[in-house]
Each structure stands twice: as structure tokens, then as C-alpha cells.
């Protein structure tokens, strides 16, 4: 347990950052998942438009550290492909 003044304040800071960057990750992966649901309904325009919507968010959470860089654009690539493979 924490025994000084800073290492209590830092116990509570890094709680509500873990809070904070577990709902930024939630919300990402729900801008993923309507991506990847309109992909495979077949509907290309909802699935440009869900992709449109979804990429600021994915580089939002790269710049702000919640996911890596390289990850972010593997998901952006990969959602793109999927994307332009459709008919």
C-alpha cells in the first residue's frame, strides 16, 4: 500500500488514467467492430462511411498512446483492403 502523499496521489492518478484509456480502447473497438459488421453485411457504402468514421479515432488512440502506432495502421490497412475488395 501506498505510504507517502506522492505515492497515494500517484495511485489515484493512475487510476483514473486507467479508466480514462479503457473507455477510449472500448470506444475504438466499437468503431472497429461496425467497420468489420458493415464489411460483412456486404454494404460498401455503409462500410466507407463506418471506415471514415472510424479512422480519426484509431489515430486519436495511436497519438495518445492507447494503441501503437504500427497497430493503428495495420487496422487501417487491413479495414481498407477488406474495403476495396468488396464488390
Not at 53 to 70: C, E, L, S, T, W
Request: overall charge positive; hydrophobic content about 40%.
Amino acid at each position: 500500500m501506498a505510504n507517502s502523499p506522492q505515492a497515494r496521489k500517484r495511485v489515484r492518478q493512475a487510476e483514473k488514467r486507467r479508466q480514462l484509456n479503457a473507455s477510449q480502447r472500448s470506444t475504438l473497438r466499437t468503431f472497429v467492430k461496425k467497420v468489420v459488421k458493415a464489411i460483412q453485411s456486404g454494404d460498401r457504402e455503409a462500410a466507407l462511411q463506418a471506415f471514415k468514421d472510424a479512422v480519426p479515432r484509431i489515430d486519436r488512440a495511436a497519438r495518445k498512446g492507447i494503441i501503437h502506432a504500427n497497430k493503428a495502421a495495420r487496422h487501417k490497412s487491413r479495414l481498407n483492403a477488406h474495403i476495396k475488395g468488396m464488390s
